[in-house]
């Protein structure tokens, strides 16, 4: 199988902490992948690095067919190569409308004068209302989406990802603080969003990873502890010593 | 969506036709072209106060729409004052000299003019010689377009050594606010070639026109009005399109604009780049009816007030920024004027001159206390976009996560 995303090796240390310690991980061009750890395993860190936002110490991060490697790029130019990334927290634009949110992640020309002289075309309009319906905020385009509720704002954020079209979707306990229902839903798009691009949640809910079906990566201090099904990892005795056993 | 720009925003159109009758107003009470009810000098005062609305526009932009609180934005329009400066003075310097050597048996070289003109515009600083700077001063074109080159190219250069190394908040404050104090302090010297604490001066005479003071003035009120005019329509284009969405993101929360694939310093470069050199245009127009520049116009407290200015006026809403430069510049010019009337306590008399600053500080803490959407929020009331005073506690079920101060009552 090819890989559309291979980390190699990655350290990173601050002030002296080793948060990774020689990670190496694949993922495939069309895969959904959960990643479960205890707190401070990395899985953030991990994330920092992918997106740019921090830059390891040693290690590789190669992306695509032509396995460039992505430390060193800034978040904005690997945003454009087609990672996008949801945070734990819903960070939308509170004070824009749902639409412009949207609008804004709609994966169109990113340079400064390209946007000035920029207007909507009908296919960006279509896609924005395409993009609402899938997460179910087809009736909401208009209101400031600092008024929707937790959850449709974590929605709002998935489909600004979605709206970017990228290749690999990094997303972080995307069902924190959501309702059983709320949870259901996105699940549904997590698993329809994998059928054609690279997924991978992290996330501490074992329900939610249950539910996702999928291979998982077991992080631990830095380095990958187990990889495999859901059940083979939980009879790990080493991951039920250090994360399910607590 | 397809909507056509003045239909979408309202405010521009209202804005746009308030400034016309304004303009019209002023014009017919003026001394040449109407009743006298309006002084000259007073005219000039409003032609200024417009400049210094344009300016707002401009901060409003950085500052209320992109979160970037520049204080060096008055050093922008010191510097494009400057440019325009050295044409008028240097044109107006050799009508002079020229009329003077004409008396002369031997028809003066045109060298002989120069070194005239030299000696007639830095003797005050000890000096005859033309610096390097004043290469363009000749020409009209040339000194227009440095009045938008310089602070541009300025601008552009400082932006991108601040924005690439990822300097915000507080810290890019303070280095715009170094950025101005050395200017200032630069210019103060006198071999900075621009006449030291001296300035430039006689700029309100524009060199081969006869028409009087009168005539001049209202000529300047017009251009500073159709500045405005223009200066407002291009920035509440700005913030209309994406672009607006982009960069109000950038305010609210730089990083996740990264994630999303926007090059957040390209986007802060360009607008504080555009927005110096609306500032330069602003001060080009200013200085020749304030009549004199010296670099004390340049220094860091003017570009706090013109914060100020846009805090009381309300943040993020154009108009809110003319509306607060247009009132906190004319009360200022009343209590600084000598035309208050000082107040007798008995054992004290408060002179408004001494004590104008004070009430200035206070009003600024009070409105960021109490009336955070400034002047501007008042049209709020008009438009009965109230907010509920919950006094934080939660917004029950039906409003969500609904923010206390954007739930409509």
Redesign the interface.
Known sequence: MSTLLEVNGISVTFDGFRAINNLSFNIGPAEMRAIIGPNGAGKTTFMDIV?G?TRPDTGKVLWGELSRNLVGM????I??EGI??K?QKP?V????TV??NL???VKNK????S??F???SDAD?NRVAELAAEIGLANELMR?S?????G??QWLEIG?LLA?EPRLLLVDEPAAGMTPEEREKTTDILVEAAKTRAVVVVEHDMEFVRRLNCKVTVLHEGSVLAEGSLDHVTSNQQVIDVYLGR | MQRSFLIKNPSVMIFLAVLTVFTILVTFSSEAFGAGIISTSFVKTLGKTLCLALIAVAMDLVWGYAGILSLGHFAFFGLGGYMIGMWLMYERTKEIVATSMAQNPIPPTAQEVVDGIGTQIFGVVGSSEFPVIWFFADSLFMQLLLVVAVPGVLAFVFGWLAFRSRVTGVYLSILTQAMTLALSLYLFQNDSGLRGNNGLSGLQNLPGVTASQDYVSIWFFWASALALALGYIFAAWIVSGKFGSVIRGIRDNEARVRFLGYSVEGYKLFLFTVTAMIAGVAGALYYPQAGIINPAEIAPIASIYLAVWVAIGGRGRLYGAVLGAVFVSLVSTYFTGGQAPDINLGFYRIQWVDWWTILLGLSFVLVTLFAPKGIGGLFDLIAERRTPDRHGADLGPDQGSLREREAEE
């Open positions: 997106t936002k800034n978040e904005a130019r945003a454009q996008g990334r945070f960070t634009f509170e004070d824009q639409e412009e609008l804004m992640a990113r340079g400064a004068f946007v000035l920029w207007k909507p309009m400031k600092g008024e929707l509720s937790h449709q704002k600004m970017q």
